[in-house]
């Protein structure tokens, strides 16, 4: 065995920084010798949020990673065996996914300090000054686009909303989501998982409203009543961003490998001194997705995966994670 149980509870702890959707962490790993297997739970899927598994896919390439990134701190490489789907004996609810060899030699990420210091900012980024705008600018490369031009930003923040709403308008979606979502600090996964109302950059007043009103019975009614866009609406933090970054890869890339790609944007973002907010809605919505790709020219055999809003802040939410050792089977 390569690493002891202690040390292999400490790398799960690192790795579990990574992001993951709805922070549900699918990912589960399992050391024997030199091999590592990346499991799925089961039971922690979206089935109405991500109805193809694709959020899911992208979570367990990030938490992949993730590994790769805190073992080639320790000065190891983490060799990709492929797909691995034999069950190897945890049960009905967790899925093999892949196996990994680790081997002996790795550089330090140069990636690797900007782990612990990215966070969602779902709250408003400080005032975008111009300085902001060019450092984001700068962050396009063969897989991003970064829109920076004001005019572009409020369309954006319109069609967002847009799709946000087709999906808020789901009684299941936001069935789901709610499940998810912690609304008080006495919920006991508070800490552990899910969206806690700090994460969301809500009030706990806010997050009382937020309750009731993307209820089964209550959003309905107030979407009849013209409500339902003002109050999912977030267009003016998408113009109050200094970007967004669309990020592009091959259509026939796995979601896994496209996960891989999304936490390394991300960290790259961080690197650049910002931080981000997903917003999927704009990837996930057929109508967003053609429409961003043909604004900004993204040839036919690409995708966007997912986008981020970014802007400079520094008000990070404690990480609610789950414990290393219900990670680690
Ligand atoms: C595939 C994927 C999709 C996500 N979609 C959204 C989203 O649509 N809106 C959002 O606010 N956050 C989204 N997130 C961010 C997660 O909710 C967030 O990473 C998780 O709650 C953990 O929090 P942290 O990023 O602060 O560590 C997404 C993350 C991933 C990996």
Known sequence: MLFTREQQLKLIAAVANAPSVHNVQPARFHFTGDNIYLLEDLTRRIPCGDPMGRDTGFSLGIAAEGLRIELANQGYSLVDKGEFDSDIGFGNNIKTCRAFEITKGAGKHPLAEFVTKRYSQRGNFNKVLPRDTAA???LSDDNII???????LKEIGKIYDAASLRFFRDDNFREELLSWMRLSKKHPKWSIDGLNYDAMAMSEFEAKAAGIVLSKKIFPLIDKIGL???ITA??????GSAGVILLHRPKTESHYESGRHFYLTWLKIVANGFQAAVMAS??????????????YNIGNERRII???R???SDNMAIRARLKPEDLLL
């Open 146 to 152: 970064s829109v920076t031009e004001k005019e572009d």
């Open 306 to 308: 997912t986008t981020f």
């Open 136 to 138: 984001a600018k700068s």
């Open 228 to 230: 339902g866009g003002p």
């Open 310 to 312: 970014i802007g400079r």
């Open 282 to 295: 704009l990837a996930d919505d057929i109508e967003c997705q053609n429409l961003l790709c043909n604004k």
């Open 234 to 239: 977030e267009a003016g933090k998408v113009i």
